[in-house]
């Protein structure tokens, strides 16, 4: 599983503080704890209430890039903080995200191309969250489709079939289950992603929901997922998933050989 | 493959790459630095990925010689088993480097001691110019005992000491990890436990890239097919991304083929075999060559025409 910290969002108060006061040794200290527990990759967000979304991308990744090495997934709905993320990033990038509208895959495939840059792209469109799973796959078709005309390798896609909020959406989560699954006959080479925590968002007892549909979606073949990787108890589950699927070999210290086989 | 690999995976990590052997510039005393593992694929796959480094032969050279070796072997070996030092010096014809086997050191032999050990190690260093792998005699106290003064009397010549298990292992790799020294780690012909002394390994403080996978072997008809799948699976696993199994491979191909009872019978003992001579050797040759296809990087050995058969297969096996 390809582990994406979320923890450096400025929705989190610590976060937004320290964006405030520009206190770089804190979100080094978030992103140097994240890469410890196993962390592949870092969520970049500087949350819905920054005034200059752009300039605090910017530092946040400057911050990060001069201690941590871990690939940088810069996080905005918006493309001009997507462009000045990318300007300054020198870590390998992970643009999350661009919907599946076919002017906005065009923008950011090409984007994509120029910086060497991955990217996510959500199964919405136009339209909003699709309700079923024929339509998700048909919106997959059209991310991948686009990517193959634009010579974006589908290696370079992560496909995600957005997670909506277990009490918002109940039924659709099986959906969700189902399309990860079908996703990897569509385009083998390109990976499923889901933002993990939405699923919970507004529930209580969070973290039990997120653990349940992190290893039933490991099951499905979900290949990365945007999560707390300080839920030791969610790392932990997964390492063990790992096993009963045959994915990473036995060993008496495989909580620790799962970090220690990536780093 | 005359048509060529019709589906070619990409895999995400290359074996780790082991240096053996350490020049005078960089604290040791060898002419030649050898280099093994760096695999991008599975043996020999040229089309798939890059080989770096060809697969090795190690000559088995022992201290004391074996009473059981069949005359085969001792006529062939002749006076060699009874100088270590010529011996190793001769291997050279058709080995690439030497294995010294300290069988004498064992309690129930007691043939030599410690202080022989490390003079013998020494005499060998300095009659020959490649590196050398030295191995204990497997009875863990004795090792502990002597490996360490070994080791310390080379310390800087990057040489390859073993073999700890998973029951014995911080004696060996403390002083491995100090003096400067490779390591061979063994399993028995287990995938779970070959992970899992890596990773004890690692928590000591070996690097990665000292470390030389033992899966243990059998020769062909002795359970040669299980190493092999364990070897398989650990390989692939680790082309894969697992760094703690991203180890290269010795196999022990000499001590297990000639102790089989193919290799030893007689001509006269079972006349329907054959020539017993050419039914050793060819039983260290196929065991040998089935190891290489599993992906072993360094292989011991132990008849000098076996060496040399198994060599051009390696010429054959590495060109693209």
């Not at chain 2, 010529?86 to 410690?114: F, M, N, R, Y």
Request: glycine share 6%.
């Amino acid at each position: 599983m390809f582990v994406i910290g979320e923890l450096i969002n400025g929705m989190y108060k610590g976060v937004a503080a320290a964006l405030e006061r520009r206190d770089a040794s804190f979100i080094v200290g978030l992103a140097r704890q994240q890469a410890a527990a196993g962390a592949d990759a870092l969520d970049i967000n500087c949350g819905p209430f920054s005034k200059d979304p752009a300039q605090d991308v910017r530092w946040l990744i400057e911050a990060i890039q001069k201690e941590v090495s871990l690939p940088l997934c810069l996080d905005s709905t918006k493309q001009a903080v997507i462009e000045a993320g990318l300007a300054v990033c020198k870590n390998k990038a992970i643009i999350n995200s661009t919907t599946a509208d076919e002017e906005k895959l065009k923008v950011y495939f090409e984007l994509a191309k120029k910086k060497g840059a991955d990217v996510i792209a959500l199964t919405v469109d136009k339209r909003g969250v699709p309700q079923d799973k024929e339509r998700r796959l048909e919106l997959a078709a059209r991310i991948i489709e686009t990517a193959a005309a634009q010579d974006l390798e589908a290696g370079r896609l992560f496909l995600d079939p957005v997670l909506m909020p277990i009490n918002v959406a109940q039924a659709q989560l099986f959906v969700i289950l189902e399309v990860i699954k079908d996703l990897k006959l569509l385009a083998p080479e390109a990976r499923t992603v889901v933002g993990l925590s939405n699923i919970s968002q507004g529930t209580r007892d969070r973290r039990w929901i997120n653990r349940a549909f992190l290893l039933m979606a490991q099951v499905a073949g979900l290949d990365a997922a945007i999560l707390d990787p300080l839920d030791a108890e969610l790392m932990k589950t997964m390492a063990a998933g790992e096993l009963v699927l045959n994915r990473n070999i036995y060993c008496d210290a495989y909580l620790e050989a799962y970090l220690k086989t990536k780093k | 493959m005359a048509d060529g690999l019709k589906y070619l995976e990409k895999w995400s990590l290359d074996v780790h790459v082991v240096r053996l052997g350490a020049k005078k510039s960089e604290g040791g005393s060898r002419a030649a630095v050898l280099e093994v593992g760096g695999e991008k694929t599975l043996p020999f796959l040229h089309e798939e990925g890059a080989l770096p480094h060809r697969p090795l032969i190690a000559a088995e050279v022992y201290d004391v010689p074996d009473p059981d070796w069949p005359a085969a072997l001792t006529q062939e070996l002749a006076a060699g088993i009874q100088d270590p030092v010529a011996w190793a010096k001769g291997s050279l014809k058709e080995a690439d480097l030497v294995c010294l086997k300290l069988q004498g050191i064992h309690p129930e032999e007691a043939k030599t001691d410690s202080k022989a050990a490390v003079a013998l190690t020494q005499k060998v260093l300095k009659a020959v110019d490649v590196p050398l792998i030295v191995l204990g005699c497997g009875d863990a106290q004795a090792d502990n005992e002597v490996l360490p003064a070994v080791s310390e009397a080379t310390k800087g010549e990057r040489l390859l000491f073993g073999d700890v298990v998973q029951e014995n292992y911080k004696t060996l790799a403390a002083a491995c990890i100090a003096d400067g020294h490779n390591i061979v780690a063994e399993s028995p012909i287990d995938v779970n436990i070959a992970k899992q002394l890596n990773i004890l390994l690692t928590d000591l403080g070996m690097p990665r890239d000292r470390i030389v996978i033992n899966p243990t072997i059998g020769a062909l008809g002795y359970g040669m097919e299980y190493a092999y799948s364990i070897m398989e699976r650990a390989r692939t696993a680790a082309l894969s991304g697992d760094r703690m199994l991203a180890m290269p491979f010795i196999c022990f191909v000499g001590q297990e083929a000639w102790k089989t009872k193919e290799a030893k019978a007689g001509t006269q003992d079972v006349p329907e075999w054959g020539d017993a001579a050419e039914r050793g050797i060819m039983w260290e040759v196929v065991t040998a060559l089935a190891m290489l296809q599993a992906g072993a990087d360094i292989l011991t050995m132990t008849h000098p025409k076996a060496m040399r058969i198994v060599r051009q297969a390696i010429d054959e096996f590495m060109k693209k």
